[in-house]
């Protein structure tokens, strides 16, 4: 798999795509930015919720329960220096005709096996590989 992250005109935005999805990324203009897209921050707890929207689905199917629909927060704190995530956590709104008992065991599951939440809970190493610098006018 592989995104794509671009400055857009010589500004602190970027697009950010993969295949053809895209999405604007930016600082909140308390931060320096302009505020048009989404901050690494939101985008991050973003990813949390998409991995279990999506991964819901998948072991529903898996398991035959029909969903009828799926609401997720995710909330979390930010502090240090760098700043880390911290406390991060999220409730999950699911509507499904199938028996209370089944659907729990579904959000268990899925808690526990949902790609990105469990990348961050073991710990998933990441690293730069190469810089290229280009100076400017060149």
Not at 61 to 85: C, F, L, T, Y
Not at 113 to 135: C, F, H, M, W
Request: glycine share 10%; charged share 25%.
């Amino acid at each position: 798999m592989q995104v794509h992250i671009k400055t857009i005109h010589e500004t602190s935005a970027a697009a950010g795509w993969a295949g053809p999805r895209s999405v604007v990324i930016d600082r909140t203009p308390r931060a320096g930015g302009l505020g048009i897209g989404f901050s690494g921050e939101e985008l991050f707890m973003m990813a949390i919720g998409a991995s279990l929207c999506n991964d819901l689905y998948r072991e529903a199917a898996a398991r035959g329960i029909e969903i009828a629909h799926v609401e997720i927060i995710v909330n979390g704190d930010w502090s240090g220096e760098p700043a880390q995530a911290k406390n991060v956590r999220y409730d999950i709104r699911l509507e499904s005709p199938a028996p209370r008992k089944d659907v729990e065991d579904l959000v268990k599951h899925t808690d526990q096996v949902a790609e990105i939440p469990y990348s961050l809970r073991t710990g998933t190493q990441v690293k730069l590989n190469t810089v290229d610098v280009v100076k400017q006018g060149a």
